[in-house]
């Protein structure tokens, strides 16, 4: 009888080490090297195979399955890694996992390193690379800054039958055919006295008919 009441606070205390345990397993700890020197951006510059680059967030999709983001940025300049008006990064889901958060709209200079072919961020590395990003870009160079894309209307029209509306797409499809690096958007007014959904609906139709009868790519 004596030792019952040492039994149960024993359980206890182990429960509440294994719940402690459980809950910092997961946690993204960033430890610095000690004894660690000056870094040499000359030769790190020579041995980098990551990318860096400046642009927009454009858009974020979760991979719940991988627990990572994948973050579409519009590219505004590039120093390695990147010579396209778009980059795709991918970062883990959650900070605990070392994710590093971006948000849509908002403008960062990303430099990290490449994993198995892909360009992924890390937040431990984020830190080191934005407590000193101006020695590491100086040591990438100049950078290249991409030109602002320039936008031509192709068409406008009102509401018209479906075979005259598919002729235009047809139009549309031919201008893209002709230029592979140019990207089209689909504007839709669906007017004051509009129906509900009626912008939306004709849209998904137009959609449809670019991207599976057209063959176009999404």
């Given at each position: 009888m004596k030792g019952e009441p040492m039994k149960k606070t024993i359980i206890i205390l182990a429960a509440a080490m294994f719940i402690f345990a459980a809950q910092t397993a997961f946690?993204?700890?960033?430890?610095?090297?000690?004894?660690k020197g000056a870094t040499d951006y000359k030769a790190?510059?020579?041995?980098?195979?990551?990318?860096?680059?400046?642009?927009?967030?454009?858009?974020?999709?979760?991979?719940?399955?991988?627990?990572?983001?994948?973050?579409?940025?519009?590219?505004?300049?590039?120093?390695?890694?990147?010579?396209?008006?778009?980059?795709?990064?991918?970062?883990?889901?959650?900070?605990?996992?070392?994710?590093?958060?971006?948000?849509?709209?908002k403008d960062y200079v990303v430099?990290?390193?490449?994993?198995?072919?892909?360009?992924?961020?890390?937040?431990?590395?984020?830190?080191?690379?934005a407590a000193h990003r101006a020695e590491y870009l100086s040591a990438l160079g100049n950078g290249i800054k991409l030109a602002v894309p320039s936008a031509l209307k192709i068409d406008e029209f009102a509401n018209i039958n479906c075979e005259d509306e598919l002729a235009r797409l047809d139009n549309l499809t031919i201008q893209l055919q002709n230029d592979p690096?140019?990207?089209a958007y689909v504007i839709i007014y669906g007017g004051r006295n509009g129906k509900r959904n009626e912008a939306k609906a004709r849209l998904a139709r137009m959609m449809h008919y670019l991207i599976i009868t057209r063959s176009m790519d999404a």
């Open positions: 946690a993204c700890s960033c430890v610095a090297e000690i004894g790190w510059a020579k041995d980098f195979k990551g990318a860096a680059f400046s642009g927009r967030v454009v858009k974020i999709e979760k991979n719940a399955a991988k627990f990572e983001l994948k973050v579409t940025f519009a590219v505004d300049k590039y120093w390695r890694g990147v010579d396209a008006a778009q980059a795709v990064i991918y970062t883990a889901s959650d900070s605990a996992m070392c994710g590093v958060s971006y948000e849509e709209g430099i990290t390193d490449s994993v198995s072919g892909r360009i992924t961020t890390y937040s431990c590395p984020e830190m080191e690379y690096n140019a990207m």
